[in-house]
Structure formats: structure tokens, C-alpha cells
């Protein structure tokens, strides 16, 4: 079953700001820990994706501002 990205940022923030293990974070929304587990993955491994996306991006632009003659 596939779950909102809002339901599996609810998990996530749950999970955090209660300190809670995989199993009582499943346990507590009714999802198998197997679930739980792949949210936090998906989640930890599109932010870093996305975060060096952004930063590649930025630095392209900066080089390509600070030097004009390799446009």
C-alpha cells in the first residue's frame, strides 16, 4: 500500500518527537514496521538527493556568473 507524503512526514515527526522505536512508531499507526522503516528511508534519501541537486546548481550558476568567457 502506498501512503501521502503527508502521512509519512506525520510518521516521521512522530517518530522524532516522541523518541520512539520503529515497532511502537508502527504500532502506534497501525502500519507494519517494514513501513516505517521505508519512510524514513525515502525520506532521508531524496533529501540528500535533492540537497546536492541544489548545491550543484548553485555553483554552476556562481561559475557561470564569475566567469563569462566559458559561456
Not at 1 to 23: C, Q
Not at 32 to 51: D, E, K, L, M, T
Amino acid at each position: 500500500m502506498s501512503y501521502s507524503i503527508d502521512f509519512r512526514r506525520k510518521v516521521i515527526s512522530t517518530r522524532k518527537e516522541e523518541g520512539l522505536s520503529i515497532r511502537e512508531t508502527a504500532k502506534q499507526f497501525r502500519i507494519g514496521p517494514a513501513s516505517v522503516s521505508r519512510c524514513i528511508n525515502q525520506f532521508a534519501i531524496s533529501f540528500r538527493f535533492g540537497f546536492a541537486v541544489r548545491v550543484i546548481a548553485n555553483r554552476l550558476k556562481n561559475d557561470y556568473n564569475r566567469y563569462p568567457d566559458m559561456r
